[in-house]
């Protein structure tokens, strides 16, 4: 945790925001300029009681292709967290624009299982600045506890392209595995799987739903949720069955155009592996990852 207990702004929401009034904020944000800071605000937003729905998971599942089988998704939290990072990004003490930020790099660690009914306790808070060649590299932190103890950990790592002199250590890459991959899988990625990931998850972001929106902003054709294509290779790695504990970081390399078909690779051990999401024809990927459980 960067800085005191003493010094951090908690700042509890007990009912979110609609998703448009989200985006709202950040787009409003767009007048912010990509100033160069010492530290991001130490502050943490927090969503006291979130209760796993079972009809909200299903859906999920279905979206990203896990079965019944595999209990509860790993990932399901980040749901969760999404809307309070939202909140951070569209408030006035975010230094940058919302619009646009690159999200780099995702990991998350499944310590206790969740299962459906459960009640967590939700937190996001500030991290960490890294320079980054094309801008300034930052981090939230993320944890959900259960009866007061942390059942799930996840830390995003985000880019602000344009920032001068950006602050920090150098950003470096935590995934250094290169044993050889082989082609597991192919997977279609609808035209439509941004709005029905965005319809699930709370992600409603332009550049996801349509041609229309996202040539709007600068891309020629939609593009797929990060996190639905990390969700759609974890549900062919992860067992057919719920486990206990689980760990995966993935780095987003390029964007995956809907509609698109795209293949896995992995390299697979006892209890894990190594992994991309590429394209079709296996020579560009879109994601690398590791994951253990």
Known sequence: ???????????????LPSAIALNLGALRSSSKRNVAVEALPEIT??????????????????????????????????MDAFPLAMMLFGSKAFPWPAMGLVHLANSAKLLKRI????????????????KHDKGQVFTLHVRALRDGVVVWESTWTLLRMGVKQPRGPEYVS?????????HQADFFAGAGIGRSYGRVSGDVNPIHLSALTAKFLGFKEP?????????RALAVLMPREAVDQAEVIVEFKTPLFLPARASLWANRGEGEAIFEVRNAKGDKPHLRGQVRY
């Not at 299962?115 to 890294?130: A, F, P, S, W």
């Not at 935590?174 to 082989?182: C, G, K, S, Y």
């Open 1 to 15: 945790m960067t800085g005191s207990v003493a010094a951090m702004k908690i700042i509890e929401v007990k009912k």
């Open 45 to 78: 937003y927090v969503r006291p009681s979130v209760t796993i729905d079972a009809k909200r998971v299903k859906a999920y599942a279905k979206v990203c292709g896990f079965t019944e089988a595999h209990g509860v998704p790993m990932l399901v939290p980040h």
């Open 115 to 130: 299962n459906v009914g459960d009640k967590l306790r939700i937190e996001v808070r500030t991290g960490e600045l890294y």
């Open 174 to 182: 935590q995934i250094n595995d290169e044993r050889p991959l082989a």
């Open 223 to 231: 593009i797929a949720h990060g996190m639905w294509t990390k969700a």
